[in-house]
């Protein structure tokens, strides 16, 4: 299978610590996309990269949040300080050509108690 | 900013029965158009795109016509199956440096056999 995966599908942690999630794109993608979703929403766009320059984020993206994607190929996305706000499904998505349709990973579902 | 309007749900119907899932975008210019599909436990899969005015996406049996002077995409199905039950987003990207995809709220499908 060579379609976008993320690590872990599950987190669950305290509030105040901090967490990371791992995405690996479909290998001949150059652009990655990280999304957030919670019940009842649509996604909703926080950042992204193309090869290694993260070229836009959104103004959800506070300071607590970071990515990157070191070397063009994976992306990783750490929330320090986590808050119960922050529980969510994080999505990865990855693109290639011209009109840039997207594919999504199965998600990392995180739940802060 | 962009914005993707869908109709409200929940959508039950008996299987064969035709579906209309409404979707209106406002954004400037020429966006590509998508509908993305999550069946229960899985995740997003893009159904179908249109990339210009009066294209008609198409894929297993799903159309939607991108319909620039009413800003609409409308998703349609001649018969529904049970396996059609899922959540259904609507979508649209810039493309080019602005490539992130906004998405409205989803809608969920039930279909009764």
């Known amino acids: 299978d060579t379609g976008v995966s993320q690590d872990p599908r599950h987190k669950i942690t305290k509030r105040g610590q901090n967490v990371t999630f791992r995405c690996d794109p479909i290998?001949?993608?150059?652009?990655l996309y990280w999304y957030r979703q919670t019940l009842g929403q649509g996604p909703e766009f926080l950042t992204y990269?193309?090869?290694?320059?993260?070229?836009?984020k959104s103004r959800l993206l506070s300071d607590r949040f970071s990515a990157e994607r070191p070397k063009g190929s994976f992306s990783t996305l750490e929330i320090q300080r986590t808050e119960q706000g922050d529980s969510a499904m994080y999505l990865c998505?990855?693109?290639?050509?011209?009109?840039?349709?997207?594919?999504f990973g199965p998600g990392t579902r995180l739940t802060v108690t | 900013g962009n914005s993707v309007t869908q109709m409200e749900g929940p959508v039950t119907l008996s299987e064969e029965a035709f579906l209309t899932i409404n979707c209106t975008y406002t954004?400037?210019?020429?966006?590509?158009l998508f509908w993305y599909v999550q069946y229960p436990g899985e995740g997003l899969q893009l159904l179908l795109k249109?990339?210009?005015?009066?294209d008609k996406g198409s894929n297993k049996g799903f159309e939607a016509t991108y319909r620039k002077e009413t800003t609409s995409f409308h998703l349609e199905k001649g018969s529904v199956q049970v396996s059609d039950s899922a959540v259904y987003f609507c979508?649209?990207?810039?493309?080019?440096?602005?490539?992130?995809?906004?998405f409205g709220k989803g809608i969920t499908l039930s279909v009764r056999p």
């Open positions: 998505a990855s693109s290639s050509g011209r009109y840039y349709e997207q594919y």
């Open positions: 290998s001949e993608h150059n652009r």
């Open positions: 990269f193309q090869n290694e320059a993260q070229l836009e």
């Open positions: 954004a400037t210019g020429y966006p590509s």
């Open positions: 249109a990339t210009k005015a009066d």
């Open positions: 979508a649209l990207s810039q493309g080019g440096a602005n490539s992130k995809l906004t």
